[in-house]
């Protein structure tokens, strides 16, 4: 399966939204609006937009099928991000780095291993922790792919697992996308030079 690098999408999404602003500050765009104005593939849209909004640079109305959200515009912090263009740049790159293209698939599996965390049959302080330590992870993830540190990574992945030790079926069962972002991971860090 061949992944279009997030910050591409994001940055293509952010820039259909802006466009949108400029045009009428108060109108809302429905999933199939930002599609089509941006351009982008129909699965990359869910797993970006929430990142955005996650960031505070777009604003979701859900409605009653979550996760798909039924209307979008941008914010005043995405607004303000697009005209500082140095740093609008600098987040979503036109052109990411080879080692940015190489660990495209790698949110894409972080995103899966979030869902799967909300769904895990665990529950009370264990669920908290598992959800806490997902977090932790993707805020790990979402730093420049030059910055990833593979000691912090193995170690939450580590964390993550051992939630479900004792559990009959363990953690391949309840949260299958770890193991595959295990592997992406340890490919990415074995491809580039330490």
Request: proline share 6%; net charge negative.
């Amino acid at each position: 399966m061949t992944y279009n690098h997030p910050k591409l999408v994001r940055r293509k999404l952010l820039l259909a939204l802006y466009n949108r602003y400029l045009k009428d500050p108060l109108e809302m765009l429905s999933p199939e609006d930002v599609l089509s104005e941006s351009g982008i593939a129909r699965e990359d849209l869910l797993a970006n937009i929430h990142y955005l909004h996650d960031r505070g640079l777009v604003e979701l109305m859900v409605g009653y099928n979550p996760p798909l959200f039924a209307a979008a515009r941008i914010t005043a912090d995405g607004i303000d991000l697009i005209e500082n263009q140095f740093e609008f740049n600098l987040r979503f790159p036109p052109e990411p780095s080879e080692l940015e293209v190489n660990a495209a698939s790698i949110p894409y599996l972080c995103e899966r291993l979030v869902e799967e965390a909300d769904f895990s049959p665990l529950d009370g302080e264990k669920r908290r922790t598992l959800l806490r330590d997902v977090q932790y992870l993707r805020d790990e993830l979402s730093r420049p792919v030059h910055r990833w540190r593979l000691y912090v990574l193995e170690s939450l992945l580590d964390w993550i697992d051992s939630h479900f030790e004792g559990i009959e079926e363990g953690s391949a069962v309840h949260l299958p996308s770890l193991c595959r972002l295990r592997d992406a991971i340890r490919a990415q860090f074995g491809s580039q030079k330490m």
